[in-house]
């Protein structure tokens, strides 16, 4: 194992029928099963057939010729621990989750491990299958949506893309926020993100002389990548703990929050709310 590099990717073709997974994988990169089949588990390894590309995890899975299993090996990925999520309700169909800082709202061809989807599928009773509707970054914390069906995560996502999900966050940001700025009448920022609208409100709730910080209530009309820290780090106000847009230096963890989600249920017709500070 000394010899193995820290990251690298394998891709392996296969030449005859019945290959073993694991065998085949530990004979072409040296690495022991035991480690192959924890790589496998963390969702590191595909297997292509044809146009087709998914996540293999069967270490034991007999492979057929002309298919190609591709490792991607990252000691530093797969070395991470995943924060607990909490659920909030499951639905059968979908399921409402608290998602903490540093748990991913979807996982890379290195692997899925740190993701609240994997979570939810190897936590859930009875196990299901998830599927991303919506994202929250990394550093984010709060409510998210996970769907357990291809047609639950089709309508779910359909209502986010005909902007029928009412979702409200809490920042705090560096600086005294105009206090002007009120639920009434609340700053407003449209500026587009890569090409794409993207349209902001911002109110105060409040602010903290002592640290200079003013802690804000933030509803988006669309969801940019970024959206609220960058329209926030535009303002002149960024948000406390944001690595990318904020101020340097900051060591806190980014303080934004998805409190708040609301919408129509595609199976019962009745309103959901959910809200963490209720």
Known sequence: MSDIPPRFE????????????????AMETGLSKQVIKKVM????????????TQRLRRAKKA?????????????????????????IVDEGKYSIWNKPYGLLSQGSKWGDHCTITR??????????????????????????????????????????????????YQ?????QFDEKADKDNPTRVNTDIDGRSAVSYFSVIKYDAKQNRSLL?????????????????????????D??????GDKEDL????????????????????NLLS
């Open 243 to 248: 690595r990318l847009h904020g101020q340097e």
């Open 10 to 25: 394998k891709h392996i073709e296969v030449t005859k029928s019945g290959a073993v997974a694991v065998d085949l994988i």
């Open 63 to 87: 492979l057929k010729q002309g298919e190609v299993i591709h490792l991607y090996y990252d000691q530093n990925v797969l070395a991470m621990i995943p924060p607990e999520p909490t659920l």
């Open 171 to 175: 920042i705090w940001v560096h600086g």
């Open 119 to 168: 979570w939810a599928e190897q936590n859930l009773k009875p196990q299901r299958v998830s599927f991303v509707v919506h994202r929250l970054d990394r550093a984010a914390n709060g409510l998210i949506i996970v769907a357990h069906e291809k047609n639950s995560a089709a309508a779910l996502s359909k209502l986010f893309q005909d902007r029928k999900v009412e979702k409200r």
């Open 41 to 52: 588990q963390k969702g590191a390894v595909w297997l292509s057939k044809g146009k087709r």
């Open 255 to 274: 303080q934004l929050t998805a409190y708040y989600l609301s919408f129509i249920c595609p199976y019962t017709h009745k309103k959901n709310v959910f």
């Open 217 to 241: 209530d933030v509803n988006i009309e669309t969801g940019r990548k970024h959206q609220i820290r960058r329209h926030a780090a535009e303002l002149g106000f960024p948000v406390i703990g």
